[in-house]
C-alpha cells in the first residue's frame, strides 16, 4: 500500500494548481481522515488541510478561501485545489492518510506519500 502525490508543478503568483492523493496496492478499500502538509526550506512542516472520512474539511489560516481539500473513495484519492496561489505557498506538499485495506480482517495504517514541489514565482 503507498499513497501517490502528483500535480505539482511552476507556476507564477494568482495562478491555480491541483493536488492529488490516492492509495494505490492490493485491496483497497477506501482512503479515511487524510490531510495535506507542506515543508518550505528551513521550516517546519505545517499542515495545510485536512479532511475526514465525513468530508469535514479545516485549513491552516493563510490558506483559507484559497485552498479547497476534497475527497472521492470511489477514486480513493484526496484532492487539494489550490487558487490564488502566492510566493509564500511555495514548498514540497506531502499526503499523509489512514487507509483501510488488506485481505482477511481489514487493517487501518497510517500513510505518507512522497512529496510534490510546487513554486510560486514570477
Known amino acids: 500500500v503507498q499513497l501517490q502525490a502528483c500535480g505539482g508543478g511552476s507556476v507564477q503568483p494568482g495562478g491555480s494548481l491541483r493536488l492529488s492523493c490516492t492509495a494505490s496496492?492490493?485491496?483497497?478499500?477506501?482512503?479515511?481522515?487524510g490531510g495535506w502538509y507542506r515543508q518550505a526550506p528551513g521550516k517546519q512542516r505545517e499542515l495545510v488541510a485536512s479532511?475526514?472520512?465525513?468530508?469535514?474539511?479545516s485549513y491552516e489560516d493563510s490558506v483559507k478561501n484559497r485552498f479547497t481539500i476534497s475527497r472521492d473513495s470511489a477514486k480513493k484519492t484526496i484532492f487539494l485545489e489550490m487558487n490564488n496561489l502566492k510566493p509564500e505557498d511555495t514548498a514540497v506538499y506531502l499526503c499523509?492518510?489512514?487507509?483501510?485495506?488488506?485481505?482477511?480482517?481489514?487493517?487501518?495504517?497510517?500513510?505518507w506519500g512522497k512529496g510534490t514541489l510546487v513554486t510560486v514565482s514570477s
Open positions: 496496492g492490493d485491496r483497497i478499500f477506501d482512503i479515511g481522515n
Open positions: 499523509n492518510a489512514n487507509v483501510f485495506y488488506g485481505w482477511g480482517p481489514m487493517k487501518e495504517s497510517n500513510f
Open positions: 479532511i475526514t472520512t465525513r468530508s469535514i474539511a
